[in-house]
């Protein structure tokens, strides 16, 4: 069988409206929420209010 592809890097990810999604930092903090992207950031809606961040500290990305 097919191996799954890897997902893609974080600088190559585009996040869809209306889907929370799990973000894992490279410092190891967890964000779920929606997601936009602006240039190099992301910003995540979370319950506790937005948080922006480089795409560059993320390590991983996944649907919640």
Known sequence: PPKPKPPSSPAEFHPQPN???????????????????????FEIKT????????????AKIEKA
């Open 47 to 58: 319950n506790s209010g937005p948080v922006r961040v480089k795409k560059k500290d993320v």
């Open 19 to 41: 889907v929370v999604y799990r973000v894992t930092m490279k410092d190891e903090r967890v964000l779920v929420g929606t997601m936009t992207e602006s240039g190099d950031q």
